[in-house]
């Protein structure tokens, strides 16, 4: 057993990346937003690119509903529906390997609403990191009652 121990710690003085503590300075998000709540995070799939390796808009679009929906589904503290896309901005593309990253902020609580504003943003080449804000929108949601009827915003 002493023989094994020893051998162990040999082999991790030869892996000294094992010995530190790991330098997150370097793999973390560059200058993401710090007035937004991180609602989502998602690395798309094969099967959401085109042919020439860019995500489909459609799907970006999808992913930006759900991360948007996250904040209004607490306030509104039950069930809710996408009501509008007021807008939607798609600043770069997205590929293959993107890791993104949703950050959401509530812009307006109704009567029977709220809208979200949602950045999304790509961390590209991780052996270089580089961040870049790929797509930006603005969503209103509505809290439904058990019929699906428009439902007042509970007190906060």
Same mark, same amino acid.
């Given at each position: 057993?002493?023989?094994?121990?020893?051998?162990?710690?040999?082999?991790?003085?030869?892996?000294?990346?094992?010995?530190?503590?790991?330098?997150?300075?370097?793999?973390?998000?560059?200058?993401?937003?710090?007035?937004?709540?991180?609602?989502?995070?998602?690395?798309?799939?094969?099967?959401?690119?085109?042919?020439?390796?860019?995500?489909?808009?459609?799907?970006?679009?999808?992913?930006? *509903? $759900?991360?948007?929906?996250?904040?209004?589904?607490?306030?509104?503290?039950?069930?809710?529906? #996408? +009501?509008? !896309?007021?807008? %939607?901005?798609?600043?770069?593309?997205?590929?293959?390997? *993107? $890791?993104?990253?949703?950050?959401?902020?509530?812009?307006?609580?109704?009567?029977?609403?709220? #809208? +979200?504003? !949602?950045?999304? %943003?790509?961390?590209?080449?991780?052996?270089?990191?580089?961040?870049?804000?790929?797509?930006?929108?603005?969503?209103?949601?509505?809290?439904?009652?058990?019929?699906?009827?428009?439902?007042?915003?509970?007190?906060?």
């Amino acid at each position: 057993m002493v023989k094994e121990s020893t051998a162990l710690t040999a082999s991790l003085r030869n892996m000294p990346e094992i010995e530190r503590e790991p330098d997150l300075s370097s793999i973390a998000p560059l200058q993401l937003p710090n007035d937004r709540q991180l609602v989502m995070r998602v690395m798309p799939m094969p099967a959401d690119a085109n042919g020439n390796g860019d995500i489909f808009g459609g799907w970006i679009m999808a992913q930006v *509903d $759900l991360a948007g929906a996250v904040l209004p589904a607490r306030i509104a503290k039950g069930r809710i529906a #996408t +009501v509008a !896309v007021n807008q %939607f901005v798609f600043k770069q593309p997205v590929s293959m390997g *993107d $890791l993104l990253s949703f950050y959401a902020k509530v812009e307006r609580i109704g009567k029977t609403s709220v #809208t +979200v504003n !949602v950045e999304v %943003f790509a961390e590209r080449n991780p052996a270089k990191l580089h961040v870049v804000k790929v797509t930006e929108a603005n969503l209103t949601y509505v809290a439904i009652d058990h019929a699906g009827r428009p439902r007042p915003i509970p007190a906060a």
